[in-house]
């Protein structure tokens, strides 16, 4: 997928000013990418394709009447910023958290969604940390294994929150661990940017 490609996907689905957010949190990473490692600079190149349309896809996975959105290991923002910036208009009672330890990143998360005039709490400290936030919906992107992600999310799903890891290839054998940990009732959606990638909507989880 190309570049052009992603962003008219992105298009297809968010007003323009949403798109507008989105450019210019695409040329904030660039300029603070020369300051700090935001994202594998490889990837530069396919900011749209690799990062932005990759996060994006989570948005349709989310209940329409989510109130309460955290991003475990946000890093640079992906995918938590970005259904941020979406979230916006077509959500605008849905509040956005962003777990990162790493407080350069923390920063430069302040800083974007500052400059995209979002409204976000980002919390600069370890996931074990965070106070419980009784989320409807809580994200990971590249983060740690399905196991530790539960341990992570579950003190702060709300009752009937979800999930939305997204995964690679070896998902099927994370699953297989997790459930030695885990009860989970979970959908297998194929990403729309990656053949071999996956979002896993997980709902119910509690405790074997």
Known sequence: MTEEQARAAIAADVSRETLERLSLYAALLVKWQ????????????AIWSRH????????????????RWLDLGSGAGFPGLVCAAIAHESHPLLRVSLVESDQRKAAFLREAARQMGLSVVVHGLRVADVPPQSADVISARALAALTDLCDMAHPHLAPNGICLF??????????EVAQG????????????????????????????
């Open 34 to 45: 020369k300051k700090i490692n935001l994202i594998a600079p490889s990837t530069i190149p």
């Open 52 to 67: 932005l349309l990759d996060s994006a896809q989570l948005m349709k996975h989310a209940p329409a009447d989510a109130q």
């Open 166 to 175: 997204q995964k690679g290839a070896r998902h099927a054998d994370e699953v």
């Open 181 to 208: 940990k885990w009860h989970i009732a979970y959908e297998i959606i194929p990403s729309v940017t990656d053949p071999d990638a996956v979002v896993m909507r997980i709902e119910r989880l509690r405790h074997v």
